[in-house]
């Protein structure tokens, strides 16, 4: 039976690092993304402020192909076989901004950690992220295309995003199982959190 472990968490407070090394550590774990089936930078400022001032409701945020990935994969009568006899895998490792806040998510979710980490952090590890793309020349091709992005990002950071992380800070560690200290090196979160597993999840 294919079991789902969300690592939920700001922007750029280290759940893709954490779900990496664990895909390592875990038998049989795969990583799962769920910005690649939404992802709120697809929404206006505008559009997002309105979300905020009508209640936050993350359910608003369509993870409808999400959810049936997680049906397919770890529903009663889950098979991911296919012609090459792939078969389920025993874990999901799912990044997730909302986890179990998020009521298409919350019914697959077997256990939940939040990774916390100051919000001046976070800003600072997705502009060091970007600059050093930028610097190595991976992924953006025109230095500009960085730049505008970090512009970007900081004007909207004013108007709209330190009110989401808010909201995250608020929310999501209440739907978790336990809270991770984000400073902490990639490999100590990673011993906290399977430390912090019940004996039926490992």
Same mark, same amino acid.
């Given at each position: 039976?294919?079991?789902?472990?969300?690592?939920?968490?700001?922007?750029?407070?280290?759940?893709?690092?954490?779900?990496?090394?664990?895909?390592? +550590?875990?038998? @049989?774990?795969? %990583?799962?993304?769920?910005?690649?089936?939404?992802? &709120?930078?697809?929404? *206006?400022? !505008?559009?997002?402020?309105?979300?905020?001032?009508?209640?936050?409701?993350?359910?608003?945020?369509?993870?409808?192909?999400?959810?049936?990935?997680?049906?397919?994969?770890?529903?009663?009568?889950?098979?991911?076989?296919?012609?090459?006899?792939?078969?389920?895998?025993?874990?999901?490792?799912?990044?997730?901004?909302?986890?179990?806040?998020?009521?298409?998510?919350?019914?697959?979710?077997?256990?939940?950690?939040?990774?916390? +980490?100051?919000? @001046?952090?976070? %800003?600072?590890?997705?502009?060091?992220?970007?600059? &050093?793309?930028?610097? *190595?020349? !991976?992924?953006?091709?025109?230095?500009?295309?960085?730049?505008?992005?970090?512009?970007?990002?900081?004007?909207?950071?004013?108007?709209?995003?330190?009110?989401?992380?808010?909201?995250?800070?608020?929310?999501?560690?209440?739907?978790?199982?336990?809270?991770?200290?984000?400073?902490?090196?990639?490999?100590?979160?990673?011993?906290?959190?399977?430390?912090?597993?019940?004996?039926?999840?490992?």
């Amino acid at each position: 039976m294919t079991r789902v472990i969300a690592i939920s968490g700001m922007m750029g407070s280290g759940k893709s690092s954490l779900a990496e090394q664990l895909a390592v +550590l875990l038998p @049989d774990a795969v %990583v799962v993304c769920e910005d690649e089936f939404h992802t &709120t930078v697809e929404q *206006s400022v !505008e559009d997002m402020k309105q979300w905020l001032e009508r209640g936050a409701d993350v359910g608003e945020f369509d993870l409808s192909r999400l959810g049936q990935f997680l049906e397919r994969t770890c529903g009663p009568q889950s098979s991911m076989t296919t012609s090459s006899n792939q078969t389920s895998p025993q874990y999901v490792l799912l990044e997730t901004q909302f986890g179990r806040l998020h009521p298409v998510l919350k019914p697959w979710i077997d256990w939940q950690c939040w990774i916390d +980490l100051p919000t @001046d952090l976070c %800003v600072m590890r997705k502009v060091k992220q970007i600059a &050093t793309e930028m610097a *190595s020349g !991976e992924m953006i091709r025109d230095p500009s295309q960085g730049l505008r992005w970090i512009a970007e990002f900081c004007e909207s950071y004013v108007d709209l995003t330190h009110r989401l992380f808010a909201h995250q800070q608020t929310e999501v560690p209440k739907t978790s199982d336990v809270v991770l200290d984000g400073r902490s090196p990639v490999q100590e979160l990673c011993s906290d959190l399977l430390e912090s597993l019940p004996d039926h999840l490992r």
